[in-house]
Structures are given as C-alpha cells and as structure tokens.
C-alpha cells in the first residue's frame, strides 16, 4: 500500500518553502520596493505571481526589514469593493507588530464595519461613500509603517480587476503618490495588455508610475533539479530521455510544469523509474484532469479563434497554406489572434507567429484535430 503523497503542488499559491527558483525576480522586486519604486509585475495566469509574492512575505518576515501585505482584488467591481478587500487584506494578517497595529488603526475607519475581533469587514454606505473609505484604506500603511518603524510593502494582486472601474485607479493614485516614503507597491497582474495600460497610456493617472517585471516561464536548470531532488527525496526516478522530454512538453509553465511532474509521481510506485513510457501515460492523465476545463475555454472561442489555436498548436503562421485550407481570411485570422492574446491563451512571438501559453491546451488541441 502506498501512504505517501506526491510532492508537487498543483494549485493555488505554492508554500514558501517549496518555491521553484525565481531567486532573480524575487531580488529585483525587493531591491525596488526598499526604495519605494513601484513594480508592475505581468505573467500569465498560473504563472507564479501570488506563490512569488507569498515567497516575498516571508523572506520580508525573517528578514525584519520590510513588512508585506498582500490584497487580492480578484472580481472588484466599486471602489468599496476595494476598500474592503484592502482592509480585508489588513484584518487577515499573521499576529505579529504589523497586525496589532492594523487592528488600531481598522475600527476607525468611517464607512466599515469590523466585527468578531478584526475578522469580518464590511461596508456601511449609509456611513460614507466607498470612495471615501477606500481613500481612508489607502491611507492605512502609512500609519502601519509609521507605528511598527518599517517599510510597509503592499501588493496589490490581481490589479488588472480594477481597469474596469471608473476613477479607481486616479483614487489610488491620489494616496499613494504621497507614501513612497514608508510605502512601496507592486501590482501584480495577469491580463497583460489592460494591467499595462493603467500604466502606459498617458491619459491615465498611473501613467509611468511602475517599473515593469515579466514573470517568464520556469528555468529549465532550476525545474529539472527540483523535480530529480523532490523525485529522490520520494523514492523515484527519472530517466534523463523523460527529463528532457518533460522540460520540452512542459515549456516550463509553472502550473502546467507540476501538474504533469504530479501525474509522473503518480504512474509509479516506490522505488520505480519514470521512462519515456511512463511519462507518456503521466501525460495523458493529466490530460484528462484539465479536459472539462480545456473544452469550456475552446468552447468559449469564436469560430475565427478556434481556426487560430489550431494553426497555432501545430506551429503554423496565420497566413498561408493551413490558413488557407482552414478558410481563415488574414484579417480575421489577425484579429482573433489580437483578442486571444489579450486573453493570455496566445503568446505573440512575431508579426505572423504565435504559440500557446498552455502547453497542455497546445497537446490537447493536437489531439483533437490533425495537422491543417
Ligand atoms: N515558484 C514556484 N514553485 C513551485 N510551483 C509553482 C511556483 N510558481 C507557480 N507554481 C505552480 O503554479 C501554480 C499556480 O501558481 P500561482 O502562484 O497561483 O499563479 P498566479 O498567481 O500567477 O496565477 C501553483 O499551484 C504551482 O503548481
Ligand atoms: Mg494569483
């Protein structure tokens, strides 16, 4: 009988400890946010981001120098959704200095409601206008930073969630300017083509404020070492041929990446190799675990769409011959491609070439249909 479970995390934010290299990206952040530069950090979704900035967390906890707080704005849709995640984010944190004095500070904010201790917050309209308290929120880590004699470090996950609601970013804006001092944000973000515009277009009130870092897929030196000593570590094996065949297929996706090196763990018992074989069975399972997923997002593509990912999966251009005996028009073929990369399923690499940012989506649309 086997006790033992896999090793690899497959979703949500991995622990700190189990963290896949990202030594450089951790640095860079850290280096910026000591100087109160605010970072704009992209990646796809399922790339790392939260699991990066969890990993930031408690580095900053032994390290005593910067304290972090991490607010997930995922499905915001008014200011006082803002604000209340924020002070959700507030009233969340470990005990520790940092919570004590956010718990001074949280009652006294006009318009929330802070219950059962600090647990629980919500909004009062009939008190203030979600405005109002998210300018009051906003204002929360400069009296944190101010009263624990640390730099406070917020970051602001999910950011791309706040594009949509009118004046939310001229508010943050208008606070946060004035706290660089104490105060240093990142904003992390998966829609990369709206996170970066709140940043780039000139017109909008956080136009140049953030450095930007791209979070890129794992590094094949890094991945392959963590699989080999967490395989080690639980009685298995792998065959070099495997290894170098996995870090292909995988393209180093950080999800995607545990996901199959779960299913390998899984196609052995104690003491067994991962061989070719072996890694070929693994792949279709975790096939089958993403299939309901995978079909709901083909379903949701145009017609035009599904032509592209088609093209795409077996790495041809949008125009040419396969484009031609899918009946895709170059304009519509370049339109589709425009709005799935804005949906972070594409990856432009040039004018006429893309590839998938899912390289499990990429073997099953194989799968699904032959080479056009
Ligand atoms: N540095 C890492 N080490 C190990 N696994 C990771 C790492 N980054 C991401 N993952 C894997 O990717 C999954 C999604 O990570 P997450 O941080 O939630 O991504 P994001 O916030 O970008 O959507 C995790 O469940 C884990 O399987
Ligand atoms: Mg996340």
């Known amino acids: 009988m086997r006790v033992e479970a896999s090793p690899f995390i497959v979703a949500g934010p991995a622990p700190a400890d189990e963290v896949v290299g990202r030594h450089d990206v951790l640095a860079a952040i850290a280096e910026r946010a000591a100087r109160g530069r605010f970072v704009l950090l992209t990646a796809p979704r399922r790339y790392g981001k939260t699991t990066l ?15 972090v707080v991490i607010v997930d704005l995922l499905g915001v849709q008014t200011h006082a ?20 004095a956010a718990a001074r500070v949280l009652p006294f904010i006009a318009g929330l409601r802070v219950a059962g201790g600090i647990v629980s917050v919500e909004l009062r309209p009939s008190v203030s206008s979600g405005t109002q308290t998210l300018e009051a929120v906003l204002d929360i880590p400069r009296t944190v930073a101010a009263r624990v004699g640390r730099r406070v470090l ?22 946060i300017q004035h706290q660089t001092e104490q105060v240093s944000y990142v904003f992390a973000g998966s829609e990369r083509s709206v996170t970066e515009m709140l940043f780039t277009d000139h017109a909008r009130p956080l136009y140049g404020q953030a450095e930007r870092i791209e979070l890129g897929p794992f590094d094949a030196d890094a ?11 639980t009685d298995r094996d792998i065959t070099p041929g495997a290894l170098a065949r996995y870090l292909q297929i995988t393209g180093g996706h950080p999800q995607r990446s545990m996901l199959v090196a779960d299913a390998m763990w899984n196609v052995v018992d104690d003491g067994g190799t991962i061989d070719l ?21 083909r379903d949701l593509l145009t017609d035009a769409q599904a032509r592209v990912v088609r093209l795409v999966a077996w790495d041809e251009p949008l125009t040419g011959a396969a484009a031609q ?19 972070g399923l594409l990856r432009r690499e040039s004018r006429n070439r893309h590839s998938i940012v899912d390289p499990l989506f990429a073997e099953w649309l194989r799968r699904l249909g032959s080479r056009p």
Not at 154 to 175: K, T
Not at 331 to 336: I, L, M, N, P, V
């Open 277 to 297: 074989p072996e890694l070929a069975t693994a792949l279709d399972d975790a096939l089958a675990r993403c299939a309901d997923e995978l079909t709901a997002i």
């Open 53 to 67: 900035m969890r990993r930031l967390a408690h580095d900053a906890e032994a390290g005593h120098d910067l304290a």
């Open 81 to 100: 959704d803002i604000a209340v995640r924020m002070a959700q984010a507030w009233a969340r944190l470990p005990t520790g200095a940092l919570a004590k």
């Open 223 to 233: 991945l392959a070492s963590y699989l080999e000593a967490r395989f080690a570590e």
């Open 154 to 175: 917020v970051v602001l996950d999910e950011f791309q969630a706040i594009a949509g609601i009118d004046q939310a970013d001229a508010v943050l804006r208008s606070q």
């Open 325 to 343: 005996r899918l009946s895709l028009s170059q304009g519509s073929a370049r339109s589709a491609a425009a709005a799935l990369v804005d949906r």
